[in-house]
């Protein structure tokens, strides 16, 4: 009798980690609930490389997972943000994945957990490893110069002095050839158009240039030869520096694979993965799980983001395009990015589609820099690497890769751990931008080892 009782309170936790209830919360129907593969390696690289599987882990205590839910509802109920998705991965086990809030306030539609999101920046990870592929077919080596594919990158300039005035410049000679390994790790000198420097946003600005958010029509490898065009703002390999250097990366997996960039994922990652949301272009037909973008007003109230005050028009992703911008230009749901992360956590594999080889998987995870990019941790190919002095300040392991996109949206994987964590929201700025950090601190106190 008690084990029958200890395990019907097991499952009522997890179909309250898994299944949203209470005020301001709601999920999708659980399609993924009939899959019943689970893993039975807990190396850091699996070797079973089956596909995600929504149930509980052994090392999980559901009962304190569910303290999400009252941590997220608490900042909704305050007004700090509208909607988010949580989606959290111990070891191969999807053990907690809901929606709350909602995707259209002012609509009153709720937010279910496979909504789509404009994930921007968190497009990086993804042309990184679509570049990577193609290192494995040896079309090229890292330290190979870019100006072998893209002759507009051949002997470079580097910003000297600049005149504010009218944004013209005087330039130095590059010491040395931007390379691929450069843009991989954000060291190639380029600058990003909207929000760097304001000697690179001038210079950008008055050239052209843009940030790869709500471009439809221009052509990717033109525009990126343009920006080689324009002077470095750092020496190559010198300096970390956040850049428009994964959209040129696009460019050049165009150029080598003779497809244009969405083909070229459709074909060799997002059909392979079954990452059926994930488009550049996202059809009519799924128009209706695009969430709501939000900004904040002068006095921090939450308030929808519009084309009138921002520039940007957030329905970009429904208007067909042809600039495929590798930095920024792809939305996604929680459950893909999810399945993106664990292929790379299991060495490059996932559900018998191999994408890389575990070697490769290691040397972008790997820190890459010989200096620490900001401060407290390395920098890999594509990935911040949580360094050892992180992981004893914080509860994500060493080694752990992760990132973000523009609109609030949040990604990690611990291989040490074997985590990977998702939260998802459409709001930027955000005054309460502390959240995803706390969230994680809720999510790691469940994990009983």
């Known amino acids: ?35 019943s593969t689970t893993y039975s390696s807990r190396s850091t690289t699996y070797s079973s490389a089956q596909p995600l599987v929504i149930a509980p882990d052994p090392s999980v205590d559901l009962r304190r997972l569910a303290r999400i839910d009252t941590f997220v509802n608490d900042y909704i109920n305050k007004g700090w943000i509208n909607g988010v998705v949580t989606l959290v991965v111990k070891d191969g086990h999807v053990v907690q994945y809901k929606g709350y809030g909602y995707a259209d306030k002012e609509a009153g539609k709720p937010m279910r957990r496979d909504d789509l999101f404009r994930i921007a920046s968190q497009t990086k990870a993804i042309i990184s490893v679509a570049a990577m592929q193609l290192f494995e077919q040896g079309k090229f080596y890292l330290d190979e110069p870019i100006s072998d594919f893209l002759p507009a990158f051949k002997d470079m300039k580097v910003l000297d002095k600049f005149n504010p005035a009218d944004s013209s410049y005087t330039t130095i000679p590059a010491k040395k050839p931007v390379t691929f390994r450069h843009l991989l790790t954000h060291t190639a000198g380029l600058d990003y158009a909207g929000i760097g420097t304001k000697e690179g946003r001038a210079i950008y600005a008055k050239a052209g240039i843009p940030s790869g958010l709500g471009e439809f029509d221009l052509d990717l490898k033109e525009t990126m030869s343009k920006l080689g065009s324009l002077p470095l703002i750092n020496q ?108 790379l956590l299991n060495g490059g594999s996932y559900n018998g589609a191999r994408i890389l080889a575990p070697r490769t998987v290691e040397m972008m995870t790997s820190g890459q820099l010989s200096f620490l990019f900001n401060d407290i941790d390395n920098f890999g190919l594509g990935f911040e690497i949580t360094s050892a002095h992180a992981a004893a300040r914080e509860v994500r392991g060493e080694g752990t890769f992760s990132w973000g996109g523009f609109f609030g949206t949040t990604y990690w994987a611990d291989p040490k751990n074997h985590v990977i964590g998702l939260v998802m929201t459409q709001q930027t700025p955000n005054s309460h931008g502390d959240f995803e950090h706390r969230l994680e601190q809720v999510i790691y106190q469940s994990f009983t080892h």
């Open 1 to 35: 009798m008690n084990q029958l009782l200890l395990l019907l309170l097991t499952c009522l936790s997890f179909a309250q980690c898994i299944y949203a209830q209470g005020p301001g919360v709601t999920t999708a129907a659980a399609s993924q609930s009939s899959r």
């Open 236 to 343: 190559p390999g010198e300096k970390w520096m956040y850049s428009l250097s994964v959209d040129v990366l696009g460019a050049l997996i165009e150029v080598i694979s003779g497809k244009d960039l969405e083909d070229y994922l459709v074909q060799n990652l997002f059909n392979p993965l079954g990452m059926n949301d994930t488009r550049f272009n996202i059809p009519a037909t799924k128009a209706g799980r695009l969430t709501k973008v939000y900004t904040e007003d002068s006095v921090q109230h939450v308030i929808p983001w519009t084309k009138q005050r921002t520039t940007i028009d957030p329905n970009y992703t429904l208007v067909h395009k042809r600039y495929f911008s590798g930095g920024a230009g792809l939305t996604s749901t929680a459950w893909d990015y999810a399945i993106f992360l664990q292929a």
